[in-house]
């Protein structure tokens, strides 16, 4: 099956930095790659996703990039703001055959942004 | 659309005890997926249904724990009997599924206690 690997485990960043997640995955048939972000006592939210037949997604201060021969995938956040600071889940997903839309996730990256 | 809808909000057992999970997806949404988090041992999937039915159950501990999904607007997970490694919080996720958007829609979660 899929693995999906996180790092780092743990960010800290000032105020106005860019922060930098990456995922790696193994599963070459993978090719949607969502980025969910949970706040303290909350639910896992989308942020943003990216399909393989795209190399790079932004939205406002969020991007997200992808090499599919690496397998590897990365979550870029800039100019970081104080409630930017949560835990981020990246995750690979297949989308054919029966198991079209589970998602392998990362184990997670706690980011602190400090003021 | 109120969303992924799960109850209770919060359960505290003692060991031994049956506990019931519910869960209502949003209408509409074809695939529904229950999730265990835990620190330790992350955001862990434990089963998955595709248009009510169970796809991949490979994440389910052990035999004490079973899930149904009787219709498209309902779902359950019992654990019988219930042990203190068990407390986690139990997260269910709809998604619309193939050829609409792969993104999950989380629920509030049930925080479990078991004592």
């Known amino acids: 099956g899929e693995n999906v690997e996180q790092h780092p485990s743990t960010l800290s960043v000032q105020e106005g930095d860019s922060a930098v997640i990456k995922c790696t995955y193994s599963?070459?048939?993978?090719?949607?790659f969502p980025w969910y972000k949970q706040e303290l006592g909350k639910r896992p939210q989308l942020i943003i996703d990216?399909?393989?037949?795209?190399g790079e997604k932004k939205d406002q201060r969020i991007a997200v990039t992808l090499n599919k021969t690496a397998k590897h995938f990365s979550l870029h956040i800039t100019e970081t703001q104080p409630e930017d600071s949560a835990v981020y889940f990246c995750?690979?997903?297949?989308?054919?055959?029966?198991?079209?839309?589970?998602?392998?996730f990362g184990d997670g990256t706690t980011l602190t942004v400090k003021p | 659309d109120a969303g992924v809808i799960q109850s209770p909000r919060h359960e505290v057992t003692e060991m031994g005890q049956e506990v019931t999970l519910r869960c209502k997806p949003i209408?509409?949404?074809?695939?529904l997926f229950w999730y265990r988090q835990t620190m330790m041992r992350g955001l862990e999937l434990l089963i998955y249904?595709?248009?009510?039915?169970?796809?991949?159950d490979s994440g389910m501990p052990e035999d004490r724990f079973s899930a149904k999904m009787p219709n498209a607007s309902f779902s359950t997970l019992k654990i019988q009997p219930s042990e203190p490694r068990d407390s986690a919080v139990y997260f269910c996720?709809?998604?619309?599924?193939?050829?609409?958007?792969?993104?999950?829609?989380f629920g509030p979660g049930t925080r479990l206690t078991v004592t």
């Open positions: 996720a709809s998604s619309p599924g193939q050829a609409v958007s792969y993104e999950q829609y």
């Open positions: 599963d070459s048939a993978s090719n949607y």
């Open positions: 990216i399909r393989s037949n795209v």
């Open positions: 995750a690979a997903s297949g989308t054919r055959n029966t198991n079209a839309g589970k998602s392998t």
């Open positions: 209408s509409g949404h074809n695939s």
């Open positions: 249904f595709n248009n009510n039915v169970p796809i991949d």
